[in-house]
Nanobody, 123 residues
Framework: QVQLVESGGGLVQAGDSLRLSCAAS????????MDWFRQAPGKEREFVAV???????YYADSVKGRFSISRDNAKNTVYLQMNSLKPEDTAVYYC?????????????????WGKGTLVTVSS
């Protein structure tokens, strides 16, 4: 049974930092790309970042230069370091796994999802 469990969300002020974690089980974690998406109230789920099995990373333009995705294959965990947070970063953040060698930024391509962790950034 595949499980993705996010943690690390919370309430912060604009300009602060947070690190999200996503612990995976039930998959050969090191073999697959891992994504982070987010969904703000009343909006569609949107791509945030992806890291390939070889640790190549890609980011949405809205977070480039502020967020950093990384993975620890020994711990089956993917991280999202979020710096210089803005109120518009407020959302539920989800990690997702795609059972393919190839990366994707499309939510419809993901095979498994976590339940999400809420990040609230106050101004």
């Amino acid at each position: 049974q595949v499980q993705l469990v996010e943690s690390g969300g919370g309430l912060v002020q604009a300009g602060d930092s947070l690190r999200l974690s996503c612990a995976a089980s039930g998959i050969t974690f090191s073999s697959y790309p891992m994504d982070w998406f987010r969904q703000a109230p009343g909006k569609e789920r949107e791509f945030v970042a992806v890291i390939s099995s070889r640790a190549t990373t890609y980011y949405a333009d809205s977070v480039k230069g502020r967020f950093s995705i990384s993975r620890d294959n020994a711990k089956n965990t993917v991280y999202l370091q979020m710096n210089s947070l803005k109120p518009e970063d407020t959302a539920v953040y989800y990690c997702a796994a795609r059972m393919s060698y190839y990366i994707s930024q499309r939510a419809s391509d993901m095979s498994y999802w976590g339940k999400g962790t809420l990040v609230t950034v106050s101004s």
